[in-house]
């Protein structure tokens, strides 16, 4: 990845790839997330333009059509090339894509970051770069996926799998979450949170989040947990065990811990520990409290407890994390 950012002083530059029968959302999302994303004194942090092969005009699956600005070509000059998903065309049939395509995307991922949303994922492995690598798509093209891709790693159970210079996602919303998981790695917490407020959606969801597949629908009258997610985000330095946790959704353990995982893809106690790391990668991030400040505010209660959850979700430990993380985001500026 020698040239994922060319030149620190300037403007990161994405392109993204927009292909016939195109999936309307996943194509604008980047657009809006990385537009969007500033640094503290509201300079742009990235530049999104978008290509189609020939830079002809492509239909969506919404009923419009688009003109891209740029033809391939401009994969060139990207900092990160990004596929949106699509709903048809060859490579959910046969596994093939267009040569110009193919050349393209193979000559930019030996410069460049490469993204997809959703089934732009069958772009990439038909163009050769997912072989023997992870990835993820929407959970309703797996089995598809699988038998037109066998060499690739695929996990159809994730949000998304950053792999370093290789980020997939599953479908739409998930595109939103890698995106502002790439701000993050990019710049920080800081800024990838001002863009999340920008769009009115959640900071942040593990990218190992299950999807959120077909489930039943909750029974009538049933309450929701989300207003007890919520009351334990405000709470995460304090004591919080299912019984507590129970009583505020006011529902037996069993039916709570049943309905939660059925909203989040997560146990109650999972999607916990993952809010509280959350909570420390920010404040180590973010702050100069100590490991043992971090622990408490965070509720792990102890700086051993903490190192054991941020190398078990991140791989290394507290300080580690900060001076890498800091010294990353610096220099990402």
């Given at each position: ?228 997610r919520a009351w334990m985000l405000e709470r995460l330095d304090q004591p919080l ?18 309905r939660f995982k059925e909203e989040t893809g997560l146990s109650p106690a999972r ?30 209660g102890t700086a051993v407890s903490l190192r054991q959850h941020l190398h078990a ?21």
């Amino acid at each position: 990845m020698a040239n994922m950012c060319k030149n620190r002083a300037m403007v990161h530059r994405i392109a993204v790839v927009a292909l016939d029968d195109f999936a309307t959302l996943d194509l604008g999302i980047p657009g809006q997330v990385f537009w969007i994303a500033e640094d503290s004194e509201g300079r742009k942090l990235y530049e999104v333009v978008t290509c189609s092969p020939g830079g002809r005009p492509v239909r969506g699956s919404g009923g419009y059509t688009v003109v891209p600005d740029h033809d391939l070509s401009v994969l060139a000059t990207a900092d990160t090339v990004l596929v949106a998903g699509i709903h048809g065309g060859s490579p959910l049939v046969d596994g093939t894509i267009d040569g110009e395509l193919r050349e393209a995307l193979r000559d930019a991922a030996g410069r460049s970051r490469m993204m997809s949303i959703c089934t732009g994922a069958f772009v990439l492995a038909a163009a050769g770069l997912l072989d023997g690598r992870p990835a993820t798509t929407h959970w309703r093209n797996a089995a598809l996926f699988r038998s037109l891709y066998p060499k690739v790693l695929l996990d159809p159970d994730v949000l998304f799998i950053d792999d370093g210079d290789l980020l997939t996602s599953a479908g739409v919303a998930a595109g939103i979450d890698v995106c502002l998981h790439v701000v993050r790695r990019d710049h920080g917490s800081e800024v990838a949170n001002r863009a999340a407020r920008r769009c009115v959606t959640p900071p942040w969801r593990e990218g190992g989040q299950a999807q959120f597949i077909e489930r039943p629908l909750p029974e009538p009258g049933d309450a929701g947990t989300a207003p007890t997610r919520a009351w334990m985000l405000e709470r995460l330095d304090q004591p919080l065990d299912l019984a507590a946790q129970a009583r505020h959704a006011r529902m037996s353990v069993r039916t709570f811990t049943r309905r939660f995982k059925e909203e989040t893809g997560l146990s109650p106690a999972r999607w916990l520990t993952l809010q509280r790391v959350e909570r420390a990668r920010h404040l180590l991030e973010t702050t100069d409290l100590t490991v043992d400040q971090v622990a408490a505010r965070s509720g792990f209660g102890t700086a051993v407890s903490l190192r054991q959850h941020l190398h078990a979700t991140v791989g290394v430990a507290p300080l580690a994390y900060r001076h890498t993380f800091r010294n990353h985001a610096v220099a990402a500026l």
